[in-house]
């Protein structure tokens, strides 16, 4: 089955401790993101990947760090999470070209104490 | 840059009545736009997308949207709403090439007995 896989799918940590949240897609597509969604702000991009070494900031990337060694994986690492890091993540893949369908993960909720 | 205006925060209908959701887009060659749908807890659904060609698209779930380059508008119609519809939806816009895709903030649909 095509998907995008993310873990974790909760997590609750402290302030300052670093945490990677792990993203998968088995389509073999190239493009892949990052998004935040937090009530009223709808979704907001942090990061993009083009390709395998390709990434891109995104419109709000502050506090994260992403890295693409490989095409089907595309982690997203806070090194030192704080409060209103607090969200709910989503993590996408979509093959080459702008109007190709963008294939969503299916969340992760994260809260920083 | 694009960009995507969702005007409607919250919507209510009543069980079997029609709906409409608005999205206007900016962009200054023919657009790609999308039209995804977020049930409660769950990550983002593709339900119809337009490239070009009939300005009205049909998608999944009983929904339909029309393209107007006039009005920029990409509106969501459904007939008659199910209570499963109940959810967010989003309105995106993308562009030639690998740029990111642009979301608006979301409407929110309450579906009423």
């Known amino acids: 089955e095509a998907q995008v896989t993310q873990n974790p799918r909760y997590l609750i940590t402290v302030t300052g401790k670093k945490l990677t949240v792990t993203c998968s897609q088995n389509?073999?597509?190239?493009?892949m993101s990052w998004y935040r969604q937090d009530p009223g702000l709808g979704l907001r991009q942090i990061y993009y990947?083009?390709?395998?070494?390709?990434?891109d900031k995104g419109d709000v990337p502050e506090g994260y760090k992403v890295s693409r060694k490989e095409k089907r994986n595309f982690p997203l690492i806070l090194e030192s999470p704080s409060p209103n890091q607090t969200s709910l993540y989503f993590c996408?893949?979509?093959?080459?070209?702008?109007?190709?369908?963008?294939?969503f993960g299916p969340g992760t909720r994260l809260t920083v104490l | 840059a694009q960009s995507v205006t969702q005007p409607d925060i919250h919507i209510t209908v009543s069980e079997g009545a029609s709906l409409e959701l608005r999205c206007n887009y900016s962009?200054?060659?023919?657009?790609?736009l999308f039209w995804y749908v977020q049930s409660p807890g769950q990550g983002l659904q593709l339900l119809l997308k337009y490239f070009s060609g009939d300005t009205l698209v049909q998608g999944i779930k009983g929904f339909e949207a029309e393209f107007k380059r006039s009005q920029s508008s990409f509106n969501l119609r459904k007939p008659s709403v199910h209570w499963s519809d109940a959810a967010e939806y989003f309105c995106a816009v993308g562009a030639v090439g690998n740029t990111p895709l642009v979301f608006g903030k979301g409407t929110r649909l309450s579906v009423i007995a």
């Open positions: 996408a893949s979509r093959s080459r070209g702008g109007g190709n369908e963008q294939f």
């Open positions: 962009y200054g060659a023919t657009p790609y």
């Open positions: 389509m073999n597509h190239e493009y």
């Open positions: 990947s083009m390709n395998v070494e390709v990434t």
